[in-house]
């Protein structure tokens, strides 16, 4: 069992905690990332976190994770949520498993970020919890490696509907 878990963060996130605090919280980046690596290491699990505002960089690292011995992503992508198919097919060539976490509830907002690239490659998806959907998150990804976890992420779906 891998016990190494990243989370990846998509552009902006970097401004937590001073952008649109009426959305996205007053928490910091640097504050999610600190209480995630707590919790994780008090379960026994390392728990590494990357940010970029690029879209190269994201899938730079993620085709890293299966040599880097990684178990399972969470992921963030932010606006790339609703534009990146290269991103998706990232996490399709990886083949591992993924949480998809939004602190907003996207499905409240702007009809544009109602679409996800990446919800039917996800084990699951979890959004409008603000920061307590990464630790929610977390916690699935930790009970699910216990468990044995899936050995990849599902299949990408050829339903349009």
């Given at each position: 069992?891998?016990?190494t878990i990243w989370v990846i963060h998509g552009p902006n996130?970097?401004?937590?905690?001073?952008?649109?605090?009426?959305?996205y919280g007053t928490a910091t980046l640097a504050q999610i990332d600190a209480d995630l690596a707590k919790f994780g290491s008090d379960q026994g699990f390392s728990v590494e976190?990357?940010?970029s505002n690029h879209e190269g960089a994201l899938i730079d690292h993620i085709q890293t994770a299966p040599a880097a011995g990684v178990g399972f992503i969470i992921l963030?992508?932010?606006a790339y949520t609703h534009t990146s198919v290269a991103l998706r097919d990232a996490l399709a060539a990886v083949a591992l498993p993924f949480i998809e976490v939004h602190l907003s509830n996207i499905?409240?907002?702007?009809?544009?970020?109602?679409?996800?690239?990446f919800s039917d490659l996800a084990v699951g998806?979890?959004?409008?919890?603000g920061p307590s959907g990464y630790r929610?998150?977390?916690?699935?990804a930790i009970e699910s490696l216990r468990?044995?976890?899936?050995?990849?992420?599902?299949?990408?779906?050829?339903?349009?509907?």
């Open positions: 069992m891998s016990k996130l970097n401004l937590l905690g001073s952008r649109e605090p009426g959305i976190s990357f940010q963030n992508p932010a499905h409240r907002r702007e009809p544009f970020r109602r679409h996800s690239y998806v979890i959004a409008g919890l929610l998150a977390l916690q699935a468990a044995g976890g899936p050995a990849a992420a599902p299949a990408a779906s050829t339903n349009k509907g």
